[in-house]
């Protein structure tokens, strides 16, 4: 199984020296959305063969795939619009944005896919207000709400994983899937929080969210149909 791009970027030097975790995405980004999508794809052929393997908890697991698609989506369409609004992002910090958005989408499509094994149907991408009904407006004119946002929706996207794992047990494939998202996860919080300037954690251990406190978190950023 191709582990580099996700194992790349596990390569920071242990004291966060920011120079090697530049010039580690600077190595990744040269590589770009191809790279990332190959390294999902082996994990994506066994997310694709994996339903009978689950039963009878599908429905469950099409639950919980659909609600960390829907996590995913928010923050690759973040990203996205973010790396497109001119003068937001310095120059310095721009290739790390760029190599997170790019694992956003990547794992947008994996789960997609995974989904989409166990007889699940993708459903469109919602509509996003990222000032989070007007909470945040500058979010893409000042670059410290931009990273205040970030880290919000990445640290939220990690409780959420750790918070759904349980309903992932019956199948190894999948929580093995759900898990590789997770620690990458991780390591964009930390690297948001070095862009803030703050430290990457907060203590030794971090505390698991259910579904329905991060539906509370990021409802305002959710456009209602």
Known sequence: MNTQIFDSIGNFDAEGNSGTRRAAF???AKHG???AL?????????????????????GLAKQTLAFAILLEELEHAFYVQALAAPGL???????VIEQISKHEGAHVTFLNTGLTGIGGSPQPAPQFDFTGGGKYPGVFRNYRTFLEVAQMFEENGV?????????????????????RIHSV???????????RGEKSWTGAFDEPATKEQI????????RKA
């Open 38 to 58: 190959a390294a999902a794809t082996p994990l994506l052929a066994s997310c694709a063969l994996i339903g009978p393997a689950i039963a009878p908890d599908t």
């Open 33 to 35: 959305t191809k790279l």
């Open 185 to 195: 996860e991780a390591r964009h919080t930390a690297e948001i929080r070095h862009l």
């Open 159 to 179: 409780k959420a994983y750790k918070g759904q794992a349980g309903n992932l047990i019956t199948s190894n494939s999948l929580l093995t899937a759900a898990l």
């Open 89 to 95: 992002i310095p120059p310095s910090d721009r290739v």
């Open 26 to 28: 600077q190595q990744l």
């Open 215 to 222: 539906l509370r978190a990021t409802q305002p950023f959710i």
